[in-house]
């Protein structure tokens, strides 16, 4: 019954799911998080990632086969449909769980849940997934709205924003961002997760497509997907092809039996389907599985049933029986009705649908009616060359996983931008997996542990974080399995130096890193940039730097400048992606040459390393598809005129208050009484 606005992606999401379950059910007493072995492998990495560093006992077994009284779970995640596209009934699953004190997670399948049985029905206590089936381009891996729902009771634990319905002064429904007290700006290092950009724009997107189809235009959807599996499934059949007796949605496995073919056999599957343009994914040397979705037509399958005849082995004494080709094995149909609410059964012609749009979108404030003075955000003037090559169907219909061969576009665009952001910040590697400003910082900060772990230096556990640092810094601090020690601030907003010093030195031999923000969140460059740097280098840590505020720094100065060892990057605030209401956005990570072994998924300024901390997001290259935007703003803008835009910017927010300093007084000023490219008004001295 209750759902936040968005996250990042499915794997992701049911990392926060684990999180969720160990809030609730974990303790002294419980850490061991079970996890499906036909959970999507991408789900699973990320979930193991997530697990390490807070000491959760990952165990990665069949459903069917653990024994949950056997270990401490305080929860169990589960794929549904599996990877392989079967449809379990997990009921009974659940209820051991349940018994043995655990939560169960679902990750599930919207398209699917129009026709199958839903999570909620048959005992799960959180739900995640997708909405990229809703109307959303693959994009090599992003960007998508994924999503958590849970029981109500379990709400002060969601993750995300949540939007409330309230009343206005005049009695009028209104809108707002509800539960307040578990943003991190409030909870800090009490925060139970670190999530901070979502994925709005994508939420909108795959909302539209909800209320365009309504409930029966899906069903029709969904229906029409399952029935072309089932044709793929007979027709393989009649050949000859040996597939289990499993209900499924969408996806059909083909077992090779070892005494028919040679072990290794389907990769000549893959290989004669890819021939003909069809990419089918190989499960093991023995087995591959074929999906179907809205774009799949009949031709289409027609065409990969005769990639795949001539190695057909017809059915005989070796093989199982062939199955009956009439019909599929059918699955627990849904039978609750969902997309009740009127506004999913109104606008289903393209002439209602524009005008509801419109109506929407005049609510809305925008950079053609007004200015945004966002502070830090930064929001910039998309350009029409920067925004047109993310709906072109060689960078959106691409899958992330998709053969190295078909996406060597996509790899030449990765290493130029990694190189641009590699100049622009002096560091040696970049890492452009994580796909969002916090998990950026969560994934430099692991990198920071892997780093003092491989030299043996285990204990560092210690993070310094200044008093006015972002609200994520000490939540993904908290993440990263560290232990937060605020610095202070002295009058000016400035971080207290001897402050700094003192806990460096009290903690030197666990001090593991110094988060910190340049120029700092109050608006003002720190002159002791470089000697913060320095303490903490002396006393054996590293310097994490929040690039939030990296649009003060193009072309003026770099981070490796100061000292700082990591730094992320924001692309939708310095690099012009579009904001769109909260996301999509992507945080890379900039490091030293001495941290590039440890960073995640692949990239081309750092070798890949088995030393690396693991996925950190579902896809290698994050939200893939928004970084052309990036690359295009950089490439036409230049080194001098990305210079030009950091000046500007900072012009601007000085002559700002400037202008205001006489009747609002400006909170921190430097010594000069300049500001960086935002300042703070301090309305505590005006009068009503």
């Avoid at 399952?226 to 289990?244: Q, W």
């Amino acid at each position: 019954p209750f759902a936040n606005a968005s996250l990042l992606d499915e794997a992701t999401a049911a990392a926060e799911a684990m999180g969720m379950c160990q809030a609730l059910r974990g303790g002294t007493e419980r850490n061991a998080f079970f996890v499906a072995a036909d959970c999507h492998p991408q789900t699973i990495a990320v979930v193991r990632t997530r697990a390490r560093p807070l000491g959760i006992e990952l165990i990665v077994e069949s459903p069917e086969k653990i024994d949950f009284s056997k270990h401490a779970f305080f929860g169990v995640l589960l794929q549904y449909p599996t990877t392989d596209g079967r449809i379990c009934d997990y009921a009974e699953v659940i209820d051991r769980a349940h018994a043995a004190g655990a939560l169960a997670v679902v990750a599930t399948d919207l398209l699917a849940l129009t026709l199958i049985r839903p999570p909620g029905e048959f005992g799960a206590d959180i739900a995640v997934g997708s909405s990229q089936r809703f109307g959303v381009s693959m994009g090599f891996g992003g960007p998508h709205a994924a999503f958590i729902s849970t029981l109500d009771e379990h709400k002060r634990q969601l993750p995300g924003r949540i939007v409330g319905v309230s009343k206005d002064a005049a009695g009028r429904p209104a809108y707002r961002l509800a539960i307040q007290t578990r943003e991190q700006h409030i909870r800090r290092e009490k925060a139970t997760s670190n999530i901070c950009t979502a994925q709005a724009l994508l939420a909108i997107m795959a909302s539209m497509y909800a209320v365009y189809h309504g409930p029966e235009g899906l069903r029709r959807i969904a229906e029409r997907i399952h029935k072309l599996a089932v044709l793929l499934r007979d027709r393989l059949a009649s050949l000859g092809y040996y597939l289990p007796d499993n209900q499924f949605f969408d996806t059909i496995s083909v077992q090779l039996d070892e005494q028919s073919y040679v072990m290794g056999m389907a990769e000549v599957f893959v290989d004669a389907a890819r021939a003909h343009g069809f990419n089918i994914r190989e499960l093991s040397p023995i087995d591959f599985s074929i999906s179907v979705d809205e774009t799949t037509t009949e031709q289409d399958l027609a065409r990969l049933v005769d990639a795949l005849r001539p190695h057909a082995v017809q059915c005989g004494e070796t093989l199982p029986v062939c199955p009956n080709t009439a019909s599929a094995p059918q699955f627990p149909r849904r039978t609750s009705p969902f997309l009740t609410h009127p506004v999913f059964n109104s606008y289903h012609s393209e002439t209602e649908m524009m005008r509801y749009l419109y109506r929407l979108q005049q609510r809305d404030l925008s950079l053609a009616t007004s200015m945004i003075p966002l502070g830090s955000c930064t929001m910039k003037l998309n350009a029409t060359t920067e925004m047109l090559p993310i709906s072109w169907p060689e960078f959106a219909r691409i899958h992330p996983f998709a053969p190295a061969d078909q996406t060597r576009g996509y790899a030449e665009l990765f290493g130029l931008l990694e190189s641009q952001l590699s100049a622009i910040t002096g560091l040696e590697a970049v890492s452009l997996q994580p796909n969002a400003g916090a998990q950026g910082e969560y994934a430099g900060l692991l990198v920071i542990r892997a780093f003092h772990a491989n030299r043996g230096d285990t204990k560092r556990d210690v993070c310094l974080i200044p008093k006015s640092a972002h609200g994520t810094n000490p939540a993904s601090a908290v993440m990263a399995g560290l232990r937060v020690v605020p610095v202070a601030c002295d009058d000016h907003g400035n971080v207290d130096i001897a402050d700094l010093e003192a806990k460096a030195a009290d903690h030197r031999d666990r001090l593991a890193a110094l988060m910190i923000t340049y120029p700092s969140t109050h608006g003002v460059f720190e002159e002791s940039i470089r000697d913060m740097c320095r303490i903490v280098h002396d006393h054996g840590g590293q310097v994490y730097m929040d690039g939030a505020n990296l649009n003060a720094q193009v072309g003026l100065c770099r981070p490796s400048d100061m000292g700082a060892d990591v730094c992320h990057l924001n692309l939708h605030k310095t690099f012009c992606i579009p904001h769109g209401g909260g996301g999509p956005g992507m945080g890379p990570i900039a490091v030293a040459a001495h941290l590039a072994p440890f960073l995640p998924g692949p990239s081309t300024t750092a070798a890949n390393d088995e030393r690396a901390i693991g996925a950190v997001a579902a896809a290698p290259y994050g939200s893939a598809s928004i970084l052309p935007i990036s690359w295009a703003y950089i490439a036409l803008m230049g080194g001098e005129g990305l210079t030009r835009a950091t000046q500007v910017a900072i012009l601007n927010a000085n002559y700002m208050a400037k202008r205001l300093e006489a009747h609002y007084p400006v909170l921190y000023t430097g010594r000069n009484g300049r500001v960086a490219h935002e300042f703070i008004i301090d309305v505590r001295p005006v009068k009503q």
